[in-house]
């Protein structure tokens, strides 16, 4: 007899979309029109796969498949895990061979890559432990490797599992219809209600996904056509649009944006003002501050930071501490901060006392930016920027109006052409990236990665330095969507076109290999994909979310930026073959096969698009962070150096960031003309920032 083990703490699962899907999936309410075929089944013996502390393979009981069975520990949690694998994505049967030789119900919940399918699944009494049952189920599964988990939601433990029968449909290629166009009732002043038009899908609507710009910040089973947002901050605009998918994975396009302001706050009493700040421990890139409490009629939610109107640090919390350490502070630099408090009302109080002190000596290693100037202005949304090999002009692309221009390095501007078939997508598509041949001397190419009817795609043109010609497509079937585009193009050493790619809102690509989402490609010139590449097409790396930063650093290292969800931003080393983890993991995880970002921060701090290294320094441009990252490379060596952080919130939403030919110095654009900037058009500006 086994002793029961303590329960394990519950799934951090959101409860209404478990039981929403839950409840989809056992009513075969994703079914809505019958599935192609199934493939023969395969058998996963339970003995072969993972199982949980103090389970055992058992011979004792007549009737088992293979060489034994699963006696799982008798507890809560005990589990059995098989690792199976489908062709394609979409729906999967799902037989599980058990016995119960006892005369009560032992269930268990059915877990398909971490998401319940079924909860408290009934596997019922077989009479005794020679008789083995069938329970059988549909569950929704990605292209390639899946996990299934039966974990026990009783102290009595599992059933004995001895195998899974899979057995995948042949996929579901085709998306849902957009969903009909969003509304917004019942709003307060932190929530609202959202309501659409329900999408069709020739199998059915597993699920809904709500978007506020490119974060996902709610999901509602396909079966519902509106949704509960809450913990919203007062009086604030929210631009949201909802997605369909289906179980197979598809993703519909993006319903209508729905553009909704929650209620001012009933609350108008500020917090009281903090308490003396001190400043201690002052390094060349961090000081630790201390203040006393504020007080406030419904509490206070946190404390922020700030330089004038630039917040460098926010602490929350309940309640929220009264110290910190801040940290990405620029070198031999002045600073004077000041501490407020918020509460949940959105009201601030009156800034406590400045601090004013200056940060330690540089290491003369890599340099520091060390002045700004404009040297172009007049933009709307420059995206991309690459040099011409010779270093004499450098070409520019706007997103919106698929505008290409000439820029010298004195700062004159000449359009030279638009890229044909170039669409918006009313998001961050568009057109995106540009580069240009290392041989342009000899065939004028160049390269330019934008969204086109079908897609995204990387394409190819000539261009005489003076104007655009021809027009021809070298990689299409990489899939677009308002959000997620990726879109970065850069030549590496070796002479090869490197492009990134999102994941189009639809995070299992991004761990599928036989999508070209998700990913940095490698490809020749010709549009074939480069010899030697891992996996013998164009996928290079994969598990990205939306990257949107390459740079070759000066060993041919290559170096990738990438925006996170709600969690990390990161910066990557990227290896060939690597698996950079979205959607399993969002920043450093310990996931087996998953690699680990270099340095990562909070989304509201970076957010970053284009990088740029000079003097074995990586600079990052950061949007919602409104600043320009330094990040040390630490020598020849794989890691990096503490980022530091220029320009908070001086010049709003940084884009790219490019390494000038010949100098030690880099153009650092702006895009605050986009949806999440909302500046008129024209606003955006070009800088040259020295470094010193």
């Known amino acids: 007899m086994r002793l029961a083990q303590p329960p394990r703490p519950a799934r951090s699962l959101a409860s209404k979309t478990a039981a929403s899907a839950v409840l989809l999936l056992c009513a075969g309410l994703v079914q809505a029109v019958p599935q192609s075929a199934s493939a023969a089944p395969t058998r996963y013996e339970a003995e072969k796969g993972a199982y949980s502390a103090g389970s055992t393979i058992d011979t004792n009981h007549a009737g088992y498949s293979g060489t034994g069975f699963v006696n799982s520990d008798n507890a809560v949690g005990a589990y059995v895990e098989f690792t199976v694998d489908a062709a394609a994505a979409g729906n999967a049967t799902v037989g ?76 579901d290629g085709q998306a849902p219809t957009a969903p009909g166009a969003p509304s917004c009732s019942a709003i307060t002043e932190d929530s609202l209600t959202l309501s659409w038009g329900a999408s069709s899908d020739n199998v059915g609507v597993a699920m809904y996904d709500v978007y506020e710009h490119g974060n996902k910040i709610g999901e509602v089973a396909g079966n519902l056509t509106s949704d509960s947002l809450t913990g919203l901050s007062p009086n604030t605009p929210y631009n949201l649009t909802v997605f369909a998918r289906d179980a197979a994975g598809n993703v519909s396009p993006a319903s209508a944006a729905a553009d909704c302001t929650t209620r ?190 079908e897609g995204n795609r990387v394409a190819r043109m000539t261009y005489d330095g003076g104007s655009l010609g021809g027009y021809t497509v070298l990689l299409q079937g990489i899939k677009k969507s308002k959000y997620h585009n ?32 998700g990913k940095i490609l490698r490809m020749a010139t010709d549009g074939k994909p480069a010899p030697g590449n891992p996996f013998g097409t164009y996928v290079y790396s994969y598990g990205h979310r939306n990257p949107q930063g390459l740079a070759f650093d000066r060993n041919g290292r290559l170096w990738e930026a990438e925006f996170g969800n709600s969690s990390k931003d990161e910066l990557n080393l990227i290896k060939p073959g690597g698996n950079y983890g979205w959607p399993i993991c969002e920043g450093s995880c310990s996931t087996a096969g998953m690699t680990n970002p270099k340095a990562s921060w909070p989304v509201a701090q970076a957010s970053p698009s284009g990088i740029a290294v000079v003097r074995n320094v990586i600079y990052m441009a950061a949007l919602k962070g409104e600043r320009l990252w330094r990040v040390p490379i630490n020598g020849d060596t794989e890691s990096v150096g503490t980022p530091t952080a220029y320009y908070v919130g001086s010049y709003g939403r940084l884009r790219t960031v490019t390494k000038v030919p010949g100098e030690d110095a880099l153009w650092l654009s702006t895009t605050n003309c986009d949806n999440n900037g909302n500046a008129p058009d024209g606003s955006d500006k070009l800088f040259k920032v020295l470094i010193k």
Request: a negative charge; hydrophobic letters at 35%.
């Open 96 to 171: 599980i061979r058990y016995s119960n030789g006892t005369t009560a119900n032992r269930p268990a919940d059915v877990l398909v890559n971490g998401a319940a399918v079924s909860s408290a699944r009934a596997f019922d009494a077989t009479t005794d432990w020679d008789t083995w049952a069938t329970s059988t189920l549909t569950a929704p599964v990605k292209a390639g490797t899946n996990k299934i988990r039966l974990s026990a939601t009783t102290a009595t433990g599992l059933a004995n599992i001895d195998y899974v029968d899979f057995a995948a449909s042949g996929g």
């Open 264 to 453: 001012p706050s009933t609350d108008t009493n500020p917090p009281t003002r903090p308490g003396t700040l001190t400043s201690s421990d002052v390094t060349a890139n961090s000081a630790d501050l201390k203040w006393g409490a504020s007080t406030d009629d419904k509490g206070v939610t946190a404390y922020e930071v700030r330089s004038g109107a630039s917040v460098y640090q926010t602490v929350s919390g309940k309640p929220p501490a009264t110290s910190t350490t801040v940290t990405g502070l620029a070198c031999n630099s002045p600073y004077t901060l000041t501490v407020v408090a918020k509460d949940a009302g959105g009201n601030t109080s009156p800034a406590g006392n400045a601090v004013t002190f200056t940060t330690g000596a540089c290491r003369s290693d890599g340099g520091v930016p060390s002045s700004v100037s404009t040297l172009s202005s007049g933009w709307t949304i420059p995206w991309g920027t690459f040099w011409m090999p010779d270093g004499s002009s450098a070409l520019v692309t706007e997103r919106d109006s698929f505008k290409v221009f000439k820029m010298t390095p004195s700062g004159t501007r000449t359009q030279v052409g638009t890229v044909p078939n170039s669409v918006t997508t009313s998001g961050e598509g568009g057109l995106m990236g540009v580069a240009v041949d290392p041989k342009w001397a000899a065939n004028h190419y160049v390269y330019f990665m934008h969204s086109a009817s």
């Open 486 to 517: 990726g879109g970065r193009l850069a030549f590496g050493p070796d002479g090869y076109l490197y492009a990134s790619t999102g994941e189009a809102q639809t995070p299992d690509l991004a761990q599928d290999k036989s999508s070209l989402n």
